[in-house]
């Protein structure tokens, strides 16, 4: 089975940089998904890395260890706007099933 | 030019009740998915269908049964609504080839009273 932990809240200042983790373990590696989702609003695509290291986009970048299940967001230069909750998730029987985890909800202050 | 749209955003309705959730995708994906988000927030999947066919069943009341009439919609009619119903159901849709990510419809925020 599948088992996806990340924190639950975090909170950072406007203009920092975040770090937000997730450990998972799964049975059969298809690559593992960031999203973000503000509230009220639908879960939106961030990043998806399936080989070990960095993918950077912008003032997100994503992190993947598949040898220690391990992953991770990085925000840097954060705005109001970044405060949101981020979903990790993993592709469960093939590409077609989603598990996501709790999702850590961020909030940025001024 | 809504890639996912599903409707109604908002339903409030009484126990016992039946309702239905309609969404329709114009991205060309053959799966289209039912997830709910429960009040802690936690989003998990309760159908899949590719190309109309049913391909992933979680463990969901029989109450709750989906519909795909083609493979750009995909509806969800729930019998004798519980006040455990309550919750936000998204519609969501991807390509079954690849790792690609899904796309999600703004949620149908379902209360039941």
């Known amino acids: 089975g599948q088992n996806i932990d990340q924190p639950t809240e975090m909170t950072a200042t406007e203009g920092a940089i975040v770090q937000i983790n997730c450990t998972y373990q799964t049975s059969g590696f298809n690559g593992l998904f960031w999203y973000q989702q503000h509230a009220g609003e639908a879960p939106t695509f961030l990043s998806y890395n399936v080989l070990d290291g960095l993918e950077e986009k912008g003032r997100f970048s994503s992190f993947l260890s598949r040898s220690k299940g391990y992953s991770y967001l990085l925000l840097k230069e954060l705005q109001m706007k970044d405060s949101a909750s981020y979903l990790c998730a993993v592709p469960s029987g093939g590409y077609n099933k989603l598990i996501f985890g709790a999702g850590t909800r961020l909030a940025v202050h001024p | 030019d809504t890639a996912v749209s599903q409707t109604p955003k908002y339903l409030v309705t009484q126990m016992g009740n039946d309702k239905s959730i309609k969404c329709e995708q114009n991205?060309?994906?053959?799966?289209m998915y039912w997830y709910k988000q429960d009040s802690k927030k936690f989003l998990k999947i309760m159908f899949s269908?590719?190309?109309?066919?049913?391909?992933i069943n979680e463990t969901v009341p029989n109450r709750f049964s989906p519909k795909s009439p083609d493979k750009a919609h995909l509806n969800l009619h729930i019998n004798s609504l519980e006040l455990g119903d309550s919750a936000v159901y998204f519609c969501?849709?991807?390509?079954?080839?690849?790792?690609?990510?899904?796309?999600f419809g703004q949620g149908t925020r379902l209360t039941v009273v």
């Open positions: 269908y590719n190309n109309k066919e049913l391909i």
């Open positions: 991205l060309g994906h053959d799966t």
């Open positions: 969501a849709s991807s390509h079954s080839s690849g790792a690609t990510e899904a796309f």
